[in-house]
């Protein structure tokens, strides 16, 4: 394979045990031969419910957890190896800031972790501060920073090495629609600059309007994947969309449509929901169970 033709991501026939204490030889199967594929500057979105195995796939991929079966790569490197890390950014549902700290500082801090030098240090944290729209809070602690702009100086630290690919866990939990709205361009303006993103996500409006392409997993299995457009068309029905068409030309829509003085916007799958879909999922998985 070649280098351009590297996916970014490359989970493959991965599955995970976790032991049970005091039940000897028996486990929880957390999650069951999982494959994803990412391109470079895709956005993929994984959802499920809480217990499915999304945290644990992503947790692999970062090297955290060790899977029983299968491995995963980062740009054609093992992902458990230090070596694919310098490629990665990551933010948590939940980070840990040091609110003593401005957010100019914070910038500086994680520079240095990363190795960065002063010189490089200074612009990154000047470039970063201007992408994520906090110059006029630079100097303002973080303990007096919205859920919002924690979440946006977060983001700012995972790319302050210039990873290729940035992992989000929850990236807009907690945030108010105004804030919400501000992360979901910074990732979409992320993607245009060819960064790869894969997040985890329960809010599925919004995993609807920037992910080129989902996943849903269910009790540890990748139950349906695919771009949005194949996943929320709904497969035994066609839709034709006319512009105005005359009520003689309805009439006669049955058997012909004639062109003269009709735009067709659009023929296609009329679209359900990535909600209705996630949640007929789960309610087939339900019974199921039952």
């Known amino acids: 394979m070649t280098e351009d033709s590297t996916p970014a991501v490359s989970i493959d026939n991965i599955t995970k045990v976790f032991p049970l204490p ?6 929880l199967l957390a999650v069951d031969k999982v494959s994803i594929q990412m391109t470079p500057g895709e956005i993929y979105g994984l959802i499920g419910p809480n217990g499915s195995g999304k945290s644990t796939t992503m947790k692999i991929l970062l090297g955290l ?5 299968g491995h995963s790569r980062i740009f054609g490197k093992d992902s458990r190896k230090v070596e694919s890390k310098h490629e990665v950014g ?3 549902e939940n980070p840990y800031f040091y609110k003593h700290l401005t957010g100019a500082e914070t910038l500086h801090f994680y520079g240095k972790l990363c190795g960065l030098k002063r010189k490089q ?7 970063l501060l201007d992408l ?3 110059q006029n809070a630079r100097d303002r602690r973080l303990g007096g920073y919205s859920k919002g702009m924690l979440q946006r100086i977060g983001l700012a630290q995972a790319l302050i090495h210039r990873p290729k690919l940035l992992v989000l866990d929850e990236p807009t939990a907690g945030v108010d629609p105004v804030g919400s709205r501000q992360i979901r361009d910074l990732i979409l303006r992320l993607s245009e600059k060819g960064i790869t993103v894969f997040l985890c996500s329960h809010l599925l409006e919004q995993v609807q309007e920037i992910c080129h392409r989902v996943g849903i997993i269910f009790r540890g299995k990748l139950v349906r994947e695919g771009t949005l457009a194949e996943l929320i068309s709904v497969e035994d029905q066609t839709e034709i969309i006319l512009r105005d068409a005359s009520p003689e030309l309805l009439e006669k829509i049955q058997t012909l449509v004639d062109s003269e003085n009709t735009e067709t916007v659009r023929v296609g799958k009329p679209r359900t929901t990535l909600e209705r879909l ?6 087939s998985d339900r019974q199921n169970k039952e």
């Open 65 to 69: 957890v060790t899977p029983t079966e």
């Open 278 to 283: 996630f949640l007929d999922h789960a309610a």
């Open 132 to 134: 994520v729209e906090l």
């Open 90 to 92: 990551f933010l948590p």
């Open 121 to 127: 240090i200074r612009e990154r944290t000047e470039e």
């Open 22 to 27: 005091l039940r000897k030889g028996k486990g």
